[in-house]
């Protein structure tokens, strides 16, 4: 079985390897840059744009691929699926349509709205700078900014954490008015992540992502410093009504999406907010989260060939996907400056004396076999354990053996932030 994974970056890394513990897949890949752990997997790779649609749909040809899974969310709104699928190939992602949940979060809103879904904070929708500056003006309390297309996780504006109500007004409009304004959700974030075949959705462990560049949830928003699961596949922060309520959540927006008109197939990423009035829809993702990915493809002990063919034909069930009863921390390292100012062009050096998992993201494998970084995210390790502690403990100890000029959060998994998080629930 021939599949094609598009995308470079840690994600499709852990997409690549979790493919690969079937021995007769072989896998292929696009993507824009040479990612050392993918390169080592892969039978042939394609270096290209990966929003470039017609260069990956030719490639997908040449070699005679079955399907493709594509990881990042830019191709998915270029509309990649549309165009692999009328040329043949079975996909792992929604088509261009049913990616709005993620790539257009007015739609997102608009269509929870007219469906009725449980789980929309209040919002309004603005086209006008002006009219989006005089709602936060005259609006009784905190709003969060979000601008209406992709931002690859870091657009996102939270008065009263972020911004003042004065930056809010400012921020809307350096996007020319073109934003969502909603209320701010006060409680604890967390992410389920499903497999959906257009009908069935099978979910996967709960995770909680860091947002923030440095400990103690400080600084700006990144792509992700590391992410976290426990051995029950649940957080105790969430209690069961509430998982069984943000599953609803889920299952009633692939409802939806399929009753409208634009079936959705691939994998749907609900973040959720976990408020004292039950999970509330933070957004949408049309595609795996990174670094959750990495969480959750670590714990995959069945097939992902065979997940893969069963999305396709529509035939998912529960009894397709299992996960091993374990825990797991992911801990990002990136270059020193990220994500503002990140330096780009530095060795460093890794060690085998470790543990952990070891995903490879945006960083360079010279002829000479140095690892160089980039300026984005260089590579994530991930401890498993039967605690969460030892899942820390082991990616604690892998990152740390790292020389060079990155750094990382050491305080993800940990238990003093992990007591904090409950304590905050508590409060609510």
Do not use: W
Not at 190 to 211: I, R, Y
Not at 304 to 331: D, M, N, Q, Y
Not at 343 to 372: C, F, M, P, R, W
Request: proline share 4%.
């Amino acid at each position: 079985m021939k599949i094609l994974v598009v995308g470079g970056g840690g994600r499709e890394h852990a997409i690549a390897s979790a493919l690969g513990r079937n021995t007769k897949t072989e896998i292929y890949s696009a993507m824009a840059k040479r990612n050392p752990g993918i390169v080592a997997l892969a039978k042939k790779v394609h270096l290209c744009k990966e929003t470039d649609v017609r260069s990956v749909t030719g490639f997908a040809k040449e070699i005679g691929a079955a399907y493709a899974f594509i990881g990042p969310e830019a191709p998915l709104e270029a509309g990649i699926v549309d165009t692999l699928e009328s040329a043949g190939i079975a996909c792992i992602g929604p088509t261009r349509t049913a990616a709005r949940l993620e790539t257009d979060k007015a739609f997102c809103r608009e269509m929870m709205e007219r469906n009725q879904l449980d789980g929309c904070p209040l919002y309004r929708v603005f086209h006008s700078a002006a009219d989006a500056a005089h709602f936060i003006e005259n609006y009784d309390g905190d709003l969060v900014v979000k601008p209406i297309g992709l931002t690859g996780g870091k657009g996102v504006r939270i008065m009263g954490e972020q911004v003042d109500r004065s930056g809010a007004i400012a921020y809307a409009r350096s996007l020319n008015g073109d934003v969502v304004l909603e209320e701010r959700l006060l409680g604890e974030e967390f992410t389920l992540q499903a497999f959906v075949d257009g009908n069935h959705l099978v979910p996967m462990p709960l995770v909680q992502d860091h947002k923030r560049a440095f400990e103690g949830d400080a600084g700006p928003n990144t792509g992700g410093m590391g992410s976290y699961s426990m051995q029950n596949h649940m957080l105790p922060f969430v209690k069961e009504v509430d998982y069984q309520k943000a599953l609803a959540i889920m299952q009633s927006v692939v409802a939806a999406m399929d009753r409208t008109g634009s079936p959705y197939k691939g994998i749907l990423y609900g973040q959720f907010m976990n408020t004292a009035q039950g999970p509330k829809v933070i957004e949408f993702n049309a595609r795996f989260g990174d670094p959750e990915a990495m969480n959750v493809l670590s714990l995959l002990s069945s097939d992902l060939s065979e997940i893969v063919c069963r999305i396709c034909e529509g035939s998912l069930a529960l009894s397709h996907v299992t996960f091993e009863p374990l825990a797991t921390v992911c801990k990002y390292l990136v270059p020193e400056g990220y994500p503002d100012t990140p330096h780009a062009g530095d060795s460093i050096t890794l060690s085998a004396n470790h543990q952990a998992l070891l995903y490879y993201a945006n960083v360079e494998k010279t002829a000479s076999g140095t690892l160089v970084t980039q300026t984005s995210r260089a590579l994530a390790y991930v401890g498993i354990g039967e605690t969460l502690e030892e899942a820390e403990r082991n990616a604690e100890q892998a990152a740390s053996t790292v020389r060079g000029a990155v750094r990382y959060r050491r305080d993800i998994g940990t238990r003093a932030l992990l007591d904090r998080r409950i304590a905050h629930m508590k409060e609510l």
